[in-house]
Nanobody, 126 residues
Framework: QVQLVESGGGLVQDGGSLRLSCAASGRAFIRYFMGWFRQAPGKEREFVAAISWSGSSLYYAESVKGRFTISRDNAKNTVYLQMNSLKSEDTAVYYC???????????????????WGQGTQVTVSS
């Protein structure tokens, strides 16, 4: 069993930055594919970014490419999402996702993955 706890969300102005963290409990964190989804008000949940076990492979949605950076620290059982040049359309609840078999982003449905957190709110004011 893995528990994921997101933190770092908040209110930021247009063009600002935030760094989200996702702390994972349980063993074998290094064996999990990790990633982030988000859901904006009135919109479907969408894939944001993913990272492989080793951190050598990174994947991003087109809408965040060049602005967001995903990383992981396996010694701390934590994955990060550095968000720069934030826009109002980035306003959403951000969910951390983990799966030991399925790379994050191969399914658009959050419930297809093994674990996800409760989410953290990011609000970008224009």
């Amino acid at each position: 069993q893995v528990q994921l706890v997101e933190s770092g969300g908040g209110l930021v102005q247009d063009g600002g930055s935030l760094r989200l963290s996702c702390a994972a409990s349980g063993r074998a964190f290094i064996r999990y594919f990790m990633g982030w989804f988000r859901q904006a008000p009135g919109k479907e949940r969408e894939f944001v970014a993913a990272i492989s076990w080793s951190g050598s492979s990174l994947y991003y949605a087109e809408s965040v490419k060049g602005r967001f950076t995903i990383s992981r620290d396996n010694a701390k059982n934590t994955v990060y999402l550095q968000m720069n040049s934030l826009k109002s359309e980035d306003t959403a609840v951000y969910y951390c996702v983990a799966d030991s078999h399925r790379p994050i982003g191969t399914s658009k449905t959050l419930e297809d993955y093994e674990y996800w957190g409760q989410g953290t709110q990011v609000t970008v004011s224009s």
